[in-house]
C-alpha cells in the first residue's frame, strides 16, 4: 500500500510589510531623541528661533503626528477588513491633516530663512509638500471611484512622501550635516526626488512577490 505524504503546515515568515514598518518604528524613535529633544530642552541654541515660531511649529507637529499614526493604520490589513467603517474614517482624517501639514510645513521653512536656510530649500519644502498632498488626493479621489488597485499604488506613494520627515532627520544626524543648511538641503532634495521612484520600486517588488506565491508548489 502506497504510502500517503503528510503535509506539514508552512512555517510563517515574517512579512516584509512588518520588516518596513519596525525600520519605520526605529526611525521615529531616533529623530524623537535625537532630533527633537530641543523641544523639551531650553538650553538648546535652536530654542529661540524655534520659540518664535512656536505657534506654527507646535500645530505643525501635532498635525504631522497624527498623519504618520493614520497612515500607518491605513495600512493594516486587519483594521481595513475588519473595521470598514473606522478605515474609512481614519483615511479621510489623514487626507485633511496632509492637506494642512504638508502646506504649513512649507510655510515654516520661509521662516527658517533667518538661521542660514536659502530659498532653494524653501522651494524643496514646497515641492515636497505638493506631491505629498498630490499624492494623497489622487489616492483619495480614486478610492472614491472605486478604484482599488491604483489607491493602493497612490497610498504606497503618499506613505514614501511621508517618511520624508524621518528620512531627512535621520540622513542628518547619523552623518552630521544637520549642522550644515546647505547640505541639509541637498538631503531634503534628494529625498523629495527619490519619493515616487522608492514607491514605485516597492511596488514592483510587491507584485514580484505575490507572483511568486501563486506559483503551484512541487510536491
Same mark, same amino acid.
Given at each position: 500500500?502506497?504510502?500517503?505524504?503528510?503535509? !506539514?503546515?508552512?512555517?510563517?515568515?515574517? !512579512?516584509?510589510?512588518?520588516?518596513?514598518?519596525?525600520?519605520?518604528?526605529?526611525?521615529?524613535?531616533? =529623530?524623537?531623541?535625537?532630533?527633537?529633544?530641543?523641544?523639551?530642552?531650553?538650553?538648546?541654541? &535652536?530654542?529661540?528661533?524655534?520659540?518664535?515660531?512656536?505657534?506654527?511649529?507646535?500645530?505643525?507637529?501635532?498635525?504631522?503626528?497624527?498623519?504618520?499614526?493614520?497612515?500607518?493604520?491605513?495600512?493594516?490589513?486587519?483594521?481595513?477588513? !475588519?473595521?470598514?467603517?473606522?478605515?474609512?474614517?481614519?483615511?479621510?482624517?489623514? =487626507?485633511?491633516?496632509?492637506?494642512?501639514?504638508?502646506?504649513?510645513?512649507?510655510?515654516?521653512?520661509?521662516?527658517?530663512?533667518?538661521?542660514?536656510?536659502?530659498? #532653494?530649500?524653501?522651494?524643496? #519644502?514646497? +515641492?515636497?509638500?505638493?506631491?505629498? +498632498?498630490?499624492?494623497?488626493?489622487?489616492?483619495?479621489?480614486?478610492?472614491?471611484?472605486?478604484?482599488?488597485?491604483?489607491?493602493? &499604488?497612490?497610498?504606497?506613494? #503618499?506613505?514614501?512622501?511621508?517618511?520624508?520627515?524621518?528620512?531627512?532627520?535621520?540622513?542628518?544626524?547619523?552623518?552630521?550635516?544637520?549642522?550644515?543648511?546647505?547640505?541639509?538641503?541637498?538631503?531634503?532634495?534628494?529625498?523629495?526626488?527619490?519619493?515616487?521612484? =522608492?514607491?514605485?520600486?516597492?511596488? &514592483?517588488? &510587491?507584485?514580484?512577490?505575490?507572483? !511568486?506565491?501563486?506559483?503551484?508548489?512541487?510536491?
Amino acid at each position: 500500500m502506497a504510502s500517503v505524504p503528510i503535509e !506539514r503546515p508552512a512555517a510563517k515568515v515574517l !512579512r516584509p510589510k512588518y520588516l518596513v514598518f519596525g525600520a519605520i518604528a526605529l526611525m521615529l524613535v531616533y =529623530v524623537l531623541y535625537h532630533t527633537e529633544h530641543f523641544l523639551i530642552d531650553p538650553a538648546d541654541p &535652536q530654542w529661540p528661533h524655534y520659540h518664535e515660531i512656536g505657534r506654527w511649529l507646535l500645530p505643525h507637529g501635532l498635525i504631522g503626528a497624527l498623519a504618520l499614526t493614520l497612515m500607518f493604520m491605513q495600512f493594516s490589513t486587519r483594521l481595513r477588513t !475588519r473595521f470598514t467603517w473606522l478605515h474609512r474614517t481614519c483615511g479621510r482624517i489623514y =487626507v485633511v491633516a496632509v492637506c494642512i501639514v504638508a502646506p504649513m510645513g512649507a510655510y515654516i521653512s520661509y521662516l527658517d530663512l533667518p538661521v542660514g536656510y536659502t530659498y #532653494s530649500f524653501v522651494v524643496a #519644502s514646497m +515641492a515636497f509638500a505638493f506631491l505629498w +498632498a498630490f499624492a494623497t488626493l489622487t489616492a483619495f479621489y480614486f478610492i472614491r471611484t472605486r478604484r482599488m488597485e491604483q489607491h493602493r &499604488q497612490w497610498m504606497t506613494r #503618499s506613505l514614501c512622501m511621508a517618511l520624508i520627515f524621518l528620512e531627512v532627520r535621520v540622513i542628518g544626524g547619523i552623518t552630521g550635516w544637520e549642522n550644515t543648511p546647505a547640505t541639509d538641503e541637498v538631503v531634503v532634495w534628494v529625498c523629495v526626488a527619490l519619493g515616487y521612484p =522608492v514607491a514605485d520600486i516597492a511596488l &514592483q517588488i &510587491q507584485a514580484l512577490l505575490l507572483a !511568486r506565491d501563486k506559483l503551484p508548489k512541487s510536491a
